[in-house]
């Protein structure tokens, strides 16, 4: 099959499906035009903007059989591609990533902690899905605290897990005689990621427990995946009620992590999910539990690893993502 992931790189996701799709023997290439501090590098990700990718749209709907959209956009500002793409009777998935469908409104009913605000209006947010969903039938979530998000709008909606290249990843196990752990934290939205809570719990905790106490931010991917090595706890997101790629490649470290996994989405989560479980009003007291406790840091962070292999890994993952690309027919059609 020849497949096309555009335009929106996050988290690395897209390169990453890309190098498993074609060691999987497909043609696969992306097109990224969206660029961030964390400078996500691959070789089959072409870094390119809106204008430039515009040029090249015609020869690249005639050559390809799958198109794989992300975070609710197409190659075309406002998805004016996308009826184009219905009518030439194109094969198209939107995955979508979070903020591009998470609604005020509906955040509010399903999640106790308030997040901050889309970058787009819920009217906006509502608006896009319809037409998207007109036209694209099924979409891809990582699990299901995004599900309620999108399940009223398509046919189909397929959870696919998020993919690491678990074999890249070094890993460093929390030492089981360790009397100091280092606690990192790496928020790229700190409101999002509830960092307020974070960093009160650990100002509560100096002097009552030896830890150190890092923050990460406005570091490239590269650099940072080199500190977080040097971690024995990391605190992802407290708030959202889900792990996101942090959790991931650190669990692939063999560190614990910790988030807020919501009761309803870790329903629906293997029950071998190592992650540790704290929000806004439980964050201190379990980290004051983790840091008095390394044995069980040290088993912690090497169950993270063996989840990662199991449940993340590109290997394991490249398989369901082409059991969707195998439901998907010609749209239009």
């Not at 890092?214 to 650099?223: N, Q, T």
């Amino acid at each position: 099959m020849r497949i096309v992931h555009a335009p929106t790189e996050i988290a690395g996701q897209m390169g990453i499906l890309i190098d498993g799709l074609r060691q999987a023997g497909h043609v696969a290439i992306g097109y990224n035009w969206f660029h961030t501090y964390l400078d996500y590098r691959n070789d089959y990700v072409i870094r390119t903007e809106a204008y430039e990718l515009k040029k090249i749209v015609d020869p690249i709907i005639h050559h390809t059989d799958i198109f794989h959209f992300h975070n609710g956009n197409s190659f075309l500002v406002n998805n004016a591609d996308i009826p184009l793409l219905y009518r030439a009777g194109k094969k198209m998935v939107m995955h979508h990533w979070g903020n591009d469908v998470r609604t005020a409104e509906r955040s509010r009913t399903l999640n106790p902690y308030p997040l901050p605000n889309s970058y787009l209006m819920d009217e906006q947010i509502i608006t896009r899905l319809k037409l998207l969903s007109t036209y694209i039938k099924h979409a891809i979530v990582q699990d299901y605290e995004l599900y309620p998000y999108v399940s009223d709008y398509y046919e189909h909606v397929h959870i696919l897990p998020l993919a690491c290249r678990t074999d890249r990843i070094p890993f460093k196990y929390p030492r089981a005689d360790n009397r100091e752990p280092v606690i990192i934290h790496a928020p790229t939205n700190r409101e999002f990621k509830g960092s307020e809570y974070v960093e009160k719990a650990v100002a509560d905790l100096k002097g009552t427990v030896p830890f150190t106490y890092r923050v990460i931010e406005k570091m490239s991917h590269s650099e940072a995946m080199k500190q977080y090595l040097q971690a024995d706890i990391i605190v992802d997101q407290i708030l959202c009620g889900t792990y996101g790629m942090l959790s991931v490649e650190a669990m692939a470290m063999g560190k614990v992590v910790i988030a807020y996994i919501r009761d309803d989405v870790k329903a629906h989560l293997p029950s071998s999910l190592p992650i540790v479980v704290a929000n806004p009003d439980t964050i201190r007291d379990v980290l004051h539990d983790l840091l008095r406790n390394p044995e069980r840091m040290r088993k912690i962070g090497m169950a993270g690893r063996e989840y990662v292999k199991k449940v993340h890994d590109v290997g394991r993952v490249i398989p369901k993502l082409l059991k969707i690309y195998a439901q998907l027919q010609p749209e239009g059609s």
